[in-house]
Every structure is written in structure tokens, then in C-alpha cells.
């Protein structure tokens, strides 16, 4: 018997019944241009495989991850080139947010009309209400409530900063102390639910503090006395 | 969150790689891949109501990615064949002869797929890349089976004219 293409690619599909099979199987036993072809679907498809397969293999990138929790970034524009830039510096974390403002301030508008916690101001954002406060007296080991504190740590012009989680709203950020208020240098979204819960903060904001931090975090006891002065910029 | 859609977002985790893959095939970018795919996730979590039980959620999440890819697509008014960019090059890696000749055959399969009409190559990606059935494969493209069956013939002819051996 004669089998034609399509069913020859069927069969190396793995679409066709037993009965089916077994009859091209037969038929291939006996007809060896018949097994020529067949071997040429099958090569093509562990090129496929060598081609596509690693791919299997490789970390899927946390953006993913946190696109699947559904936790969204504040920050994001919607230009697809913008989502590739994994590292960014606070200068151009300030320069996006300026050249958002609109959006920020509609994101944080609609978080702002049960408890201000960000307000965008003409010299950026800053820290109001809940998250003004725990900047202000939280430690990082105290218990968190609607914030939680993670690190503090002196940028290089000598003032102090800390990372910040919005436990509520699933986001996270950087804060530094500028003429008595909390300027929200930067937020990210934090991933919040399941398994894949990150320990600390996104990596985005750990980038941000690489960039901004002078020497080493603070530890418990220069925390808490940066705390008890109220944050002044201490001298060097 | 419910607990339902909290199982079906660690079932998005886990398909992730596969997504992933699919996404490769179609676009042959790796950044372009995972473009999509985030825009297919967070599509996907604002129609977790359009997903019907009992049907693979895979198979859903590779028409959005799909259909993600058809927008971009059209979005950049087709965007131009780049077959072996420094981002696929980092991906390959690099490290002796092996591993160019590897890489040169990577690239060989990316721009043979490249090169095909996009309803071949979204065809063979499903069936040939993904296994899937072609009665599923059918249902991600919304056509017939003989329009499938026909796609994967002509895709196959065509990719084995280009990556085979034979002149």
C-alpha cells in the first residue's frame, strides 16, 4: 500500500490510532523511501527541540514570576522597551517618574483616597501618613503594620534613607530624608502572595539602594540613634 | 483572592517555561518572548472568568500568547528579521568550537522559522515545538484541522528544505 505525506506526518505527530500505526509501521518495514521521509520528520523535529528546548531549562525571569502574582509596577509604562531595562539608577528612576507624573499621580491618587501615603509634589514624591510616620520611628525589627521597614543606610550625600514595604499594597521603595520630609526616590511592586514570595525587597529596589548607598547599611543600634535624632544629616 | 485563582496563578507560574518556549518559536527574540508572555500573563489574570474548567490552561494561555504576539506584531507593523542579535547570542553562550557550531545551528532553526509565513510557523511551533494535539493546536489558531494539517505540511517542507543536509 501507498501511504501519502499527510499521513506520514500524522503518524510522526503521534496523531493516529493503534490500527493506524501498526499499519504504517508495516508499511515502513517494506518501503525504505517511506522511512527516509519519516526520518526526515524526525530530524527536523530534534532540531526544533536543540533549538527551542533550552529554553526550558532557563530561570523564568522575576518579572514573569511577579506578572503571574499579578502584582503590578507602579512605575511601568507601557513601552516595551522600558520593561527591559532590569538596572536602573535613581537618576533615571527620577527622570521616568518625572516623565510619568501623570500616570503616578493617578496610581497613587486612587491609593490616596482612603489613606495618603505618597503624595506627588512639585519636587517629587513624598511619604505622607502611615508610611511618613514608620519612616520616621519604625526599626526594621519592629513589628510591621501597614509598613514594614527594611533597610536604613546613608546615601552619599550623608543623609539617611530606607527601603519600605507597603505590606497593604503590595509595593516597595526607597525613601530618603530631605529637609525634614521622606522623598520617595523610587517604588516597585512586591511580590506578595504564594510561594514565590520574596524575602526582602524586589530586586529593583535593592538595585536602586546599590546605587545610592554610601559604605554599609546601618545596623540595629545606628538605626535606632539615627531614629532617636530625628534623622539629621549626621557630620562627617 | 479566592482559593481558585490562587491555584490557577501557581498553575501560570508552572507553565511559565513552556509559555516561554512558545514564545521563542513564534517571535525568534528572546526579549520580544518575554515581551509577549508578560503581556499574555497579565492579560490571562484579567480573564481568569473566560477560562472554562476542564480545559487544559495551557492550551488558553498559548492562544493569548499568540494573539498577545499578532498585536505586538502588528503593533511595529512587522518588525524586521533579526536572526542571531547579541541577546540571542548571550542566551546561546559562548565557549569553544562545540558550542559555536551549537549556536550556529540555533540560529540556523531561528531564522529558518523566522522565515516562514506566520501561520506556518505558529502551526509548527504548537505541534512541532509544544506537542500539542492538533485537534488542540486547531483550537489555539481558531481554524479547521486540514487548515492546520496543511499549515504543518507546507511549514515542514519548508524548514526542511532549509536546515537539511540534502541540497
Given amino acids: 500500500m501507498t501511504i501519502d505525506d499527510a499521513t506520514l506526518m500524522a503518524f510522526a505527530d503521534g496523531e493516529l490510532t493503534p490500527e493506524e500505526r501498526a499499519e504504517i509501521e508495516r508499511a515502513l518495514s517494506e518501503d525504505a523511501g517511506l522511512r527516509q521521509k519519516l526520518s526526515a520528520h524526525q530530524k527536523l523535529r530534534a532540531q526544533l527541540s536543540g533549538a527551542y528546548d533550552p529554553v526550558l531549562e532557563e530561570p523564568a525571569p522575576e518579572r514573569l514570576l511577579l506578572a503571574a502574582q499579578g502584582a503590578r509596577r507602579e512605575a511601568e509604562v507601557v513601552d516595551l522597551s522600558a520593561r527591559r531595562a532590569a538596572r536602573w539608577s535613581v537618576r533615571e528612576w527620577g527622570a521616568m517618574a518625572a516623565s510619568l507624573a501623570g500616570g503616578l499621580i493617578i496610581g497613587f491618587g486612587a491609593m490616596n483616597a482612603q489613606a495618603p501615603l505618597i503624595a506627588v509634589t512639585a519636587d517629587g514624591m513624598n511619604a505622607r501618613g502611615a508610611l511618613e510616620q514608620a519612616l520616621d520611628t519604625q526599626l526594621a525589627a519592629d513589628e510591621p503594620g501597614a509598613v514594614r521597614i527594611g533597610l536604613s543606610f546613608r546615601a552619599h550625600d550623608g543623609g539617611y534613607c530606607r527601603t519600605f514595604e507597603l505590606t497593604e499594597r503590595a509595593t516597595a521603595g526607597v525613601a530618603c530624608r530631605e529637609d525634614g520630609v521622606w522623598s520617595v526616590a523610587m517604588t516597585a511592586a512586591q511580590p506578595q502572595q504564594g510561594d514565590l514570595r520574596m524575602a526582602g525587597a524586589p530586586a529593583e529596589v535593592l538595585s536602586a539602594v546599590q546605587t545610592m548607598i554610601a559604605g554599609e547599611p546601618l545596623d540595629a543600634e545606628a538605626e535606632a540613634q539615627a531614629r532617636d535624632a530625628g534623622w539629621v544629616r549626621a557630620p562627617d | 483572592m479566592t482559593r481558585e485563582s490562587e491555584k490557577i496563578r501557581s498553575e501560570i507560574v508552572a507553565a511559565l517555561p513552556r509559555l516561554r518556549r512558545f514564545a521563542r518559536a513564534l517571535t525568534g527574540q528572546p526579549a520580544d518572548a518575554d515581551d509577549i508572555v508578560q503581556i499574555a500573563v497579565e492579560r490571562a489574570l484579567t480573564r481568569l472568568d473566560q477560562f472554562e474548567p476542564g480545559t487544559r490552561l495551557e492550551s488558553w494561555l498559548m492562544t493569548i500568547v499568540r494573539n498577545a504576539w499578532i498585536d505586538e506584531a502588528r503593533a511595529r507593523q512587522r518588525r524586521a528579521k533579526v536572526f542571531a542579535d547579541a541577546e540571542l547570542g548571550e542566551q546561546v553562550g559562548d565557549g569553544g568550537e562545540a558550542a559555536a557550531q551549537a549556536k550556529l545551528e540555533v540560529n540556523e532553526v531561528y531564522a529558518a522559522m523566522q ?45 526542511q528544505r532549509m536546515l537539511g543536509d540534502a541540497p
Fill in chain 2, 115 to 159: 522565515s516562514l509565513p506566520d501561520e506556518q510557523r505558529e502551526a509548527i511551533a504548537l505541534v512541532c515545538v509544544e506537542g500539542l494535539a492538533y485537534r488542540e493546536a486547531s483550537e489555539v489558531l481558531g481554524v479547521p484541522i486540514g487548515t492546520l494539517t496543511s499549515r504543518l505540511a507546507r511549514g515542514r517542507e519548508a524548514l
